[in-house]
């Protein structure tokens, strides 16, 4: 997780000094990111269920379905 972390955060950070503001931005969004990863296997049909992911056990619903 600590690798994912860290590639996700060079893929957000392009620059490289941020601010407070600008880095807990970019936190956020890498949180985003790795919290709507799948958990298992992703199938390319509609009609197969929509794959569990970390957002889930936190939020209780998809990242996406949180307004």
Request: overall charge negative.
């Amino acid at each position: 997780m600590i690798q994912s972390m860290k590639s996700s955060l060079k893929h957000v950070i392009s620059d490289g000094l941020l601010t407070d503001d600008e880095l807990l931005t970019a936190a956020k969004k890498t949180q985003g990111i790795l919290n709507s990863r799948p958990l298992a296997y992703q199938g390319t049909s509609d009609e197969e269920p929509k794959p569990l992911t970390p957002a889930h056990f936190l939020a209780d619903k998809a990242l996406k379905d949180i307004q």
